[in-house]
């Protein structure tokens, strides 16, 4: 690994560490309440008291980012974890299933994967409405294509694997073999598929709050916040890049990590 990426790495961790510390303990980094209206402080620029400025209401942007990354990252993190899990049963089944369950699952999982990821949230989202747990159920659906195809791709991989066979060999039942073998292998490739993954759920879930249908106001989310500030971007330009400065971030961060990850997983060069 180059000087260079070396740093870009630990730029990325430093990042994702503060966004968790951020959601974790919020308020650690802004002791100010970031629903708290003040009618006569609405729209001040960023300044001392107020590094990224206030809203049209007079709150706090800069509280508001911190404690929104509760809310935009849990919704990230929930959707890949669940996808990761339902990729990996359905994947893990398909991938030992007989030819005609496989071939079934995989038609349904090639329909799915046709549509882009963040278009199948948005449908699914329409068709629950709106709120935060419906958006997170959404991105998870719109995810979960992907893990299957890698975790069955997987599956084929290394159920033929050698020392697969050797354990069948020394007596070892089909379903332990694979429970002990298999899967691990297919889990940690998944993993690192999810570092990856958790910057696209982010992005979609505050592409859902920016359209809408996300959670309501007064709620700290970035996406929700991004959308409040762009009918005033040209007065009150702080209101809109700061969340949005928030998202691109973390988004670059995970993107990088694990990307880096992949590229360590598959022997090459980070």
Not at 50 to 79: E, H, K
Not at 122 to 134: F, S
Not at 178 to 207: C, D, K, Q, Y
């Amino acid at each position: 690994m180059t000087a260079l990426r070396r740093i870009l790495l630990a730029l990325a961790l430093l990042v994702l560490a503060t966004v968790v510390l951020a959601a974790v303990v919020p308020g650690l980094l802004a002791p100010a309440d970031p629903v708290q209206t003040h009618v006569r402080d609405a729209l001040l620029p960023p300044g001392p008291g107020r590094p990224f400025g206030t809203d049209q209401s007079g709150r706090d942007v800069y509280a508001r980012v911190v404690y929104g990354a509760a809310r935009s990252l849990g919704i990230g993190v929930q959707a890949t974890a669940l996808a990761l899990v339902v990729g990996l049963l359905v994947g893990s089944l398909a991938g030992v299933a007989p030819r005609p369950v496989d071939a079934v699952l995989m038609r349904a999982n090639d329909v799915l994967m046709a549509f882009p990821e963040f278009l199948l949230a948005l449908v699914v989202v329409a068709i629950l409405g709106p709120g935060t747990g419906n958006v997170a159920i959404g991105v998870t659906l719109a995810a979960i294509p992907v893990y299957v195809r890698l975790a069955r791709a997987q599956t084929q991989v290394l159920r033929r694997a050698e020392h697969v066979e050797a354990a069948r060999i020394l007596g070892v039942g089909a379903f332990t073999a694979f429970r002990r073998h298999v899967v691990p292998g297919v889990l940690g490739s998944l993993s690192v598929l999810a570092t990856i993954g958790l910057g696209s759920s982010i992005l979609a879930a505050a592409g859902l709050s920016f359209l809408g249908l996300g959670p309501a106001e007064p709620t700290p989310e970035w996406g929700l916040m991004l959308a409040g500030g762009r009918n005033v971007i040209g007065q009150a330009w702080w209101i809109a890049v700061f969340p949005g400065a928030a998202i691109t971030l973390t988004v670059l961060a995970a993107t990088f990590l694990g990307r880096t990850l992949r590229a360590r997983a598959e022997g090459r060069r980070a």
